[in-house]
Nanobody, 120 residues
Framework: QVQLVESGGGLVQAGGSLTLSCVAS????????MGWYRQAPGKQRELVAL???????DYVDSVKGRFTISRDNAKNTVYLQMNSLKPEDTAVYYC??????????????WGQGTQVTVSS
């Protein structure tokens, strides 16, 4: 099973930007869909952005226009560029493999995640 390591989180002021990285332990070019999730304290983990091997992307409404997901198959890496950050974006961010573009349940094991904290 592919292992995933997230990085790039930190403390940022509202309106700021961060770029998260997710490095996979094996080649990802055959993986149909990968996504970024987040879990805020006391809340369920939610899928916020996903990317398909052919280039399609999709986002939860709360991050549309602010977050951009991308993947570099040559580097086995998925990125999440986050702009115009808000305090409500504060959460631990994880990446994972999805069962497919149409079945968006997480398929792989969870990494340690990376903490994003947005101050007001």
């Amino acid at each position: 099973q592919v292992q995933l390591v997230e990085s790039g989180g930190g403390l940022v002021q509202a309106g700021g930007s961060l770029t998260l990285s997710c490095v996979a332990s094996e080649n990802i070019f055959r993986i149909d869909a990968m996504g970024w999730y987040r879990q805020a304290p006391g809340k369920q983990r939610e899928l916020v952005a996903l990317t398909r091997s052919g280039g399609n992307t999709d986002y939860v409404d709360s991050v549309k226009g602010r977050f951009t997901i991308s993947r570099d198959n040559a580097k086995n890496t998925v990125y999440l560029q986050m702009n115009s950050l808000k305090p409500e974006d504060t959460a631990v961010y994880y990446c994972n493999v999805l069962r497919s573009w149409y079945d968006r349940r997480a398929f792989g094991s969870w990494g340690q995640g990376t903490q994003v904290t947005v101050s007001s």
